[in-house]
């Protein structure tokens, strides 16, 4: 923790995040640049080097929607400490981030769930390296509610309604959970993602906990055979479902805390999700550390671990790791050594508030900062 | 009890060879060659009593130099045999009994955790035991390579042996996740148990298996190798003819017909080797056969098994991994392609052995039986591409007639009987094989020495005529 801190002041003084620019600038964002640097070779003192190669180098990363607005910020920041290196990125889904760096084709792929074990059977050279904490919310769009009133719902009303069989904002089983709230008798739209995405794989395992009949008929995965329900609409991407609800009256939506911001803006709701003990929480900073804190002591040496629905009583139920997922062969020494600087760079430096407050993410916890160094000293 | 012949006419009818008179050495007519052959004849005349005294010497290190040959090759070979029988061929099995003890588990624990909350007993008593053969398995592996044993420690066992309280303490994790109600955390944590088996042990325990089934077939091979058995054999022979080119000496030199020290060591000689190429014979017969109509098709079925337990395992991992887009269709295609049924595939091959028994008809039976199991398997992949996970989990965990469980359990079974059926022949012959070399080794040390008395005797008897 102390060195963090320490990091943390360092890069105090850094640049400021340019999230915006990173944002509009899309995929392969970050500009390359050749000059050519020479920095002193120093390490961790883990076998990380601190700084990257002095040989221009080109990172590229694509992967999770989620991940993409964050990538994009430690990109420009690392860039401008790091001008050798320059990173590009992508907002491609997690399952193509995964297949990505799968094949080689890109140095990180960005992924919202950890690699499954038919992923690390199937291609053992592969790491999942929690790179933050984010968490997952579920939006809706009902005008008529007054302003802050957040909708309280769980995972066997949800399940219903991405079922079909609750059709309408005023059903008995949501105003069950909303005593005292109006609730309009709009028709529930439920918005789910068209592409392979760890933001299902996420809402999904939280529905499959909590609805049995969920579990039975559906189950969890990136992608799901979703029930056919009237008028449900598939969705391109986190910036799709936010737009698509918004668009939407009565929509129900589950989007990546990194959207949050977007979402408000937009004068979506946000829902107070029930936790294992029956507690309704919003995503905030004290509830997602909060989930985050109960797993850290159990998180296994390949950091492989389910956060949904977790012990703590006063928890937020969706909260995940984002995981960068790379291949511990690199090309060469001089890509090894870049990549581990920069993934060491990110969950120590890049970890800071400045950079995950825009986006909502929440830091890593110490412990398994060290778990997250001794994979990344891993790639050679 | 040198018999003396009557050979009219001889001057050594009635004197020792070599002792000749003065008389008849002189009465030879002079000539030109006189002078050397008479250093010759001198020569001859001392060297008989030394002669026989280099022949009993020879004859006493040739035979114990026999019995020596003959009884390490013995000891060799018993030993081999032996090995087959009592080490090399349960530790194969043990090997192999591990590497689907582990498998087993992992199908076992991953299934019941896919079943839901409540973990059935049957389920959690299945793994133990499934984790206790294990350890059982890995404990009899490594004792049979201590230290003095004179085998070698496989590098996979200890990876086994690191990895299993691994796997064991990431399961248990799991179970305590699940026993809490965090359905989802252990469910990861199952996810990681696998990858520890899936990587990790089962690459070490079919190592392991490999490496032991190497050496059953290096212990067979000892067993039933010709060439120092043909050594010993031509030995016997060229001690054969010696003995016979000796008693032939003697006759010419001193008209003994019979030397019964040497005939009864010629008779003792012929007896041993003849003990030794019939035992081998045997033995080889009973061990090739052994080989041949019980370890080959075993081996295959094993082969066979672990195919079986890898499908099984890939449904199983295609079905919890949920979060990337890892597919086994592609290795289901190509272990379907190995095992079979088909002309060159494992299942074809184990039930066509010769001859038929039970193992070929529980192979046979098994060829049967995987093709509605493969048919279900198809169904399970098709259902998986569709993202209809709860539908493929039924057909994979189920327990009704048409699942995935029910087919595997029953192809298992059907391979499980063929092995036990030919390893009981296997174990009958190598028996049998190993125990045609019973007493072998000391008959040949008694012979040799019975040889090495019997030839000292019958030269001893000469000699002291030359007293």
């Known amino acids: 923790m102390a060195q963090r801190y320490r990091v943390l002041l360092a890069v105090a003084a850094a640049v400021p995040v340019m999230l915006a620019a990173a944002c509009s600038s899309g995929p392969g964002s970050a500009q390359a640049t050749n000059e050519v640097t020479a920095p002193p070779a120093s390490s961790s003192g883990g076998g990380i080097p601190l700084t990257p190669a002095a040989a221009p180098q080109t990172l590229s990363e694509t992967g999770s929607t989620l991940l993409f607005p964050l990538m994009g910020a430690w990109a420009a920041a690392y860039h401008q400490q790091h001008p050798s290196v320059t990173i590009t990125t992508a907002a491609t889904g997690s399952g193509t981030g995964i297949k990505a760096a799968s094949a080689g084709t890109a140095s990180i792929g960005a992924s919202d769930a950890y690699l499954s074990s038919g992923d690390l059977v199937k291609n053992p050279a592969l790491l999942n390296i929690p790179l933050a904490v984010s968490a997952q919310q579920v939006n809706y769009n009902l005008p008529e509610l007054p302003p802050g009133v957040h909708i309280k719902l769980d995972g066997a009303v949800l399940a219903q309604m991405y079922a079909g069989t609750i059709t309408t904002w005023n059903d008995p089983a949501i105003a069950a959970l909303n005593r005292g709230v109006a609730l309009p008798s709009l028709r529930v739209v439920p918005l789910h993602r068209s592409d392979g995405s760890g933001d299902t794989f996420l809402f999904t395992s939280y529905l499959s906990t909590h609805s049995a009949g969920w579990n039975r008929l559906i189950g969890y995965g990136t992608s799901v055979a979703w029930p056919a329900v009237p008028g449900a609409q598939a969705e391109q991407g986190n910036a799709g479902m936010v737009s698509g609800c918004q668009a939407t009256p009565g929509c129900v939506a589950y989007v990546g805390i990194s959207y949050l911001s977007r979402a408000l803006a937009d004068r979506l709701g946000e829902a107070q999700l029930a936790n294992t003990l029956g507690q309704y929480e919003l995503p905030t900073p004290v509830t997602i550390s909060a989930a985050v804190a109960s797993f850290v002591s159990a998180t296994p040496g390949n950091e492989t671990i389910s956060m949904v629905d977790g012990p703590a009583a006063a928890g937020y139920p969706i909260v995940n790791y984002e995981y960068a997922i790379v291949s511990v062969r690199q090309p060469g020494a001089a890509a090894a050594r870049d990549l581990k600087a920069f993934l060491h760079w990110a969950i120590t430096t890049g970890n800071a508030a400045q950079y995950l407050g825009q986006v909502r993410f929440q830091p890593l916890p110490g412990p398994v900062v060290a778990l997250c160094d001794a994979q990344i000293a891993k790639i050679g | ?467």
């Open chain 2, 1 to 467: 009890m040198t018999v003396r012949s009557a050979s009219p006419g001889s001057p050594a009818a009635s004197q020792p060879a070599g002792q000749h008179p003065a008389g008849a050495a002189h009465a030879a007519s002079p000539g030109p060659a006189a002078p050397r052959r008479r250093a010759g004849r001198r020569l001859r005349s001392a060297a008989t009593p030394t002669r026989l005294r280099v022949l009993m010497i020879g004859l006493l290190l040739a035979a114990l130099a026999w019995g020596a040959a003959g009884a390490w090759t013995v000891a060799q070979h018993a030993s081999a045999a032996r090995d087959v029988v009592t080490t090399s061929e349960p530790l194969s099995l043990s090997a192999q009994q591990m590497y689907r003890s582990l498998s087993d588990a992992d199908v076992t624990a991953t299934t019941a955790f896919l079943a839901g909350p409540d973990v059935p007993l049957a389920a959690r008593q299945r793994y133990q035991a499934d984790i206790a053969q294990a350890a059982t398995d890995l404990s009899a592996l490594k004792d049979a390579a201590a230290p003095g044993s004179g085998r070698t420690l496989p590098a996979g066992l200890t990876t086994v042996s690191t990895a299993l309280p691994v796997y064991t303490g990431y399961v248990a994790q799991a179970q305590t996740e699940y026993a809490l109600g965090y359905l989802l955390t252990g469910g990861s944590f199952m996810q990681v148990a696998s990858e520890v088996m899936h990587l990790t042990l089962l690459p070490a325990a079919r190592a392991v298996y490999g490496q032991e089934n190497a050496g059953l077939t290096a212990a067979s091979a000892r067993a039933t190798g010709l060439p120092w058995i043909a050594v010993v054999l031509v030995l016997a022979i060229g001690i054969g003819v010696v003995l016979y080119r000796v008693q032939r000496w003697l006759w010419r030199h001193s008209h003994r017909v019979v030397n019964y020290g040497l005939v009864t060591a010629t008779a003792v000689l012929a007896a041993g080797a003849l003990w030794l190429a019939v035992a081998f014979v045997v033995a080889r017969a009973d061990l090739q056969r052994g080989v041949g109509h019980g370890s080959a098709p075993a081996e295959t079925l094993a082969q066979a098994a672990i195919d079986t337990q890898q499908i099984r395992g890939d449904e199983i991992l295609n079905l919890i991994s949920r979060s990337g887009d890892a597919t086994f269709v592609a290795d289901f295609g190509s272990v379907r392609a190995q095992l079979g049924p088909g002309p060159g595939t494992l299942l074809t091959n184990a039930a066509g052995s010769s001859p038929a028994g039970a193992g070929t008809l529980w192979a046979a039976a098994a060829a049967r039986d995987v093709q509605p199991w493969y048919a279900v398997n198809d169904q399970v992949y098709r259902l998986d591409a569709q993202a209809r996970y709860a539908q493929e989990t039924r057909l994979v965990i189920g327990s009704g007639p048409g699942s995935s469980a029910t087919g595997f359990g029953r192809v298992e079974a059907d391979l499980s009987r063929a092995i036990a059926a030919d390893q009981v022949i296997f174990h009958a012959d190598a028996t049998a094989g190993s125990d045609a070399f019973s007493g072998l080794e000391a008959g040949i040390i008694v012979a040799a020495l019975l040889m090495a008395l019997c030839c000292a005797w019958g030269l001893s008897v000469r000699l002291a005529e030359y007293r």
